[in-house]
Every structure is written in structure tokens, then in C-alpha cells.
């Protein structure tokens, strides 16, 4: 038997000073902006604004991603940006100027510009060291999830199949590593299972070249894509 040796003892404060919590979100708004994400989305809502902006519609966007990939699932979780944290991230623009860029700047004109911008960022990131492991197939899983919310004001927000409240994503994922391609808030019907599917297609810079492998978890699917040819 060897030996064990015992590990150092855990020590918790909460004395410190200069300490900011989330730090991590800064990660993801900079790797907004290396990848050119924040400019491109910007390119393509500027001629929704009739003069200069306060806050760039990229840079709004940008920090819309980074709440989400910080669990949000309001508009007004913004907040976790502001406070200490505004020391890190910088200002923030108001609870209106996002809710006015998701519902009213990116209308259904403007969304395959903001996708072409993601698309192209997605390229960026790939192209420096993050893409799946050269050559195989790629797995895209395309499944729905279930996000609580128990306001019956959230659009399309609803009793879900689970007993709760709330609404009922379709969400895209690249399985290695686990990207998150395009998600759609809608119940998971066929029609919107391919949709899904073919956008997230539009998001594969190897489209064409490389096979891939799809996964859709949705007993409703079994008759209605037997004939679909993406």
C-alpha cells in the first residue's frame, strides 16, 4: 500500500479587499472582441440607428452572451455586470437598450447579418486552436432544455411537459467541444427541429467538407424528417 499524504486544509475568507466576483465574464466579453464578434455584429446593425450610438450594438450583444453564459435568463440579470464589476467590464448600457436590440434591431431583416457575424467569429476561434480534432465526423446534438421562469409575461413562456413553468429552447450543440450553435424558443415540433438543424448547418465553416453526424432527441421526429434531405 502506499501512502497518502494529507492535503493542506482549505481556508475561507471574506475579509478581502479589491476582490471582484464573476471575473471570469471578462473572459468571454474579450473573446467577443478578439474574434471580431463585437465589430461584425456592430457592421451589421449600424444602419438601425439614425446617428452615433452611446453603446455599440456589438458591444450590447457581446454583454447579452456574456450574462447568458453567466446563467441569466432575464434581460435584467445585466446587472451582474455593474457594481464592482464595472471596474473590470466597463459601463454597461440600460435594461432598454437591450430589450430594443433583441426586439426591435435585430428583426428578421437583420438576423442572418448578426448569424454571418457569428458564423465568422466561430471561423476566428476555430481557426486559432479551438476547432474540433482534425478530420471524422462532426456530432451536432440537437435537443430541447427547460428554463424555469415563472413569469406568464416571458413571450411564448408556458407549462412545460415536466409540470413547471417556463419556456422550452431548442438548443444546437457541436459535441466536441461543446459549442452552442443557434437556439430557438419554441416548442420542439418538427418544422422547428429543422429549422434548428439547417441553421446550424449555416454555422459550420466546414460545411461540405468534412461528414457530420446529427442527433436529435424527439420522439416527434421519427415520421416527419425520414424525407428531409438538408
Not at 475568507?13 to 471570469?24: I, L, P
Not at 459601463?91 to 433583441?102: E, G, H, I, N
Request: hydrophobic share 45%; with cysteine.
Amino acid at each position: 500500500m502506499k501512502n497518502i499524504a494529507v492535503a493542506s486544509r482549505v481556508k475561507v475568507s471574506a475579509d478581502g479587499h479589491g476582490v471582484v466576483s464573476h471575473v471570469g465574464m471578462a473572459m468571454v466579453r474579450e473573446l467577443a472582441e478578439l474574434t471580431g464578434s463585437s465589430a461584425q455584429v456592430t457592421a451589421a446593425l449600424a444602419d438601425t440607428y439614425r446617428g452615433p450610438w452611446v453603446y455599440a450594438p456589438g458591444d450590447v450583444f457581446a454583454d447579452l452572451a456574456v450574462v447568458v453564459a453567466d446563467g441569466a435568463d432575464c434581460i435584467d440579470a445585466v446587472g451582474q455586470l455593474c457594481g464592482d464589476r464595472e471596474h473590470v467590464l466597463g459601463a454597461k448600457a440600460s435594461t432598454t437598450t437591450m430589450w430594443r436590440l433583441v426586439d426591435e434591431r435585430i428583426d428578421a431583416a437583420h438576423l442572418p447579418g448578426v448569424r454571418a457575424a457569428r458564423a465568422a467569429a466561430r471561423a476566428a476561434a476555430w481557426a486559432a486552436g479551438a476547432a474540433p480534432a482534425p478530420g471524422g465526423w462532426l456530432h451536432i446534438d440537437i435537443d430541447a432544455t427547460l428554463v424555469i421562469d415563472h413569469s406568464d409575461n416571458k413571450e411564448k413562456a408556458g407549462a412545460t411537459w415536466k409540470k413547471t413553468f417556463g419556456l422550452h429552447p431548442l438548443l444546437a450543440f457541436l459535441d466536441r467541444p461543446q459549442i452552442q450553435l443557434p437556439a430557438l424558443a419554441t416548442p420542439a415540433k418538427v418544422a422547428k427541429y429543422l429549422h434548428t438543424t439547417t441553421a446550424s448547418l449555416t454555422q459550420d465553416r466546414y460545411r461540405g467538407t468534412r461528414p457530420r453526424f446529427i442527433k436529435r432527441g424527439s420522439r416527434v421526429l421519427t415520421g416527419g424528417l425520414t424525407s428531409w434531405n438538408g
